[in-house]
């Protein structure tokens, strides 16, 4: 038995540039940034940090659901409602879903470390911490319902909820590539002929302190030398850092026939997907590591019975640090010889998303196919030309027949989705 064609019949997104995948993918074109300057009293004393917010979100209208409203902090608020728009946009926002399968990525543990200040102050005398009386005073502080709030798979089962999608599942937590992993995992099930039809996306926020510190450490920030707007500058010769940010990214995706059977429009088709891991860059991290998302690209492509000189455009992380930015390049040049397809990222636009990040670039693609425009890099005004890649600088009217979609977390983990234009 041949394995079914995959199609995707909707999208739907949540960030910082829209609430719509239209309006934010227009928002792409036209190179506009929404990257702003923290503020906030709290980080008075810190480097300048940049990041995208999420604007205009009405939890009353976007989530109808008056216990999902209380429960769901940020980012899974965010992938309810992108899940919600990815369902419309397909015309099964109203059907049954029970069979439909659901697979999401996420953060580990979405746990807002400031939820438990309250509780310490409460617990601290003199210098010390008495564990007796935050038993007695501190823990009622303490909101009871913390937990729930921040379980790792609290988007997909807010999706289940609201939505009743009750078919096969699975939730992945594995840093910035989970997004695209749900959407690999996704092709698996359908591919083996669990489900027909899946729902698969990612979420994420990274603006709470503790991540805002852990990137600061890491030293993978924008330097905020430059007005907010173009600080963030993918593949660019005065690349000093991402912003980070936060969002979701969703799509439906079907087998063909039951596309087909419907009259669904069609977005694009999923060829096939390649993952590499580099375990070694845990403990060494001067491991070479451009040949592994190299190597789980050429997996995509040759897994879709295609050649590296198939591709017309790739989909990539341009997450601007010189380190991140020189892996890319160097994946890229590992991969291709002659043919050269243009590159494109989004982070100048909206900063880095974390494990949406994949998921967004894949819901670009598919829009890139059905406008045959490609957008450009935001703030890649003079990229570095040691790279030799040709970066889409404007709006890049082209027609493209295949786009790779890829994402990688620092090396280590690596993921890659070949897609196409969709023929019957």
Known sequence: MSRPRIVVTGVGVVSPLALSADAHFEALLE?????QRLEDADYCNYPPILLARVRDFDRRVLIPDRMLRKLLSPSPAYALAGATFALTDAGLASQDLTECGLYVGSVCLDVNPEAFIPALRESIRGEEVELA????????????????KSLPNAGL???????????????IT????SGLEAVIAAMQSLGRGECEFALAGGYDCLLSMDMIVDYLLGKRLASGDEAPGRACRPFDRRHSGMALSEGAAFLMLETEQRAARRGARVYGELLSYGETALPGRLIDSETEAAASLAAAACAAIAGGGDQPSSIDCVFGSGLATAWDDAHEAASYNCLFGGARPPLTCYTGSMGFPGAAAGTFSLVHAMLSLRHN???????????IPEF?????QRPLAIKPDRALVWNSDQGTKNAAITAARYRE
């Open 31 to 35: 190179g506009r940034s929404v990257v």
């Open 133 to 148: 009386r935050f038993a007695t005073h501190g823990m009622k502080l303490v909101d009871p319902l913390f937990l729930v």
């Open 157 to 171: 089962c807010s999706i289940a909820i609201q939505h009743q999608v009750l078919g096969p599942n699975a939730n």
């Open 174 to 177: 594995n840093g910035s590539v």
């Open 373 to 383: 425009v490609v957008p450009p890099i935001a703030n890649c005004e003079e990229p």
């Open 388 to 392: 030799g890649i040709p970066f889409v």
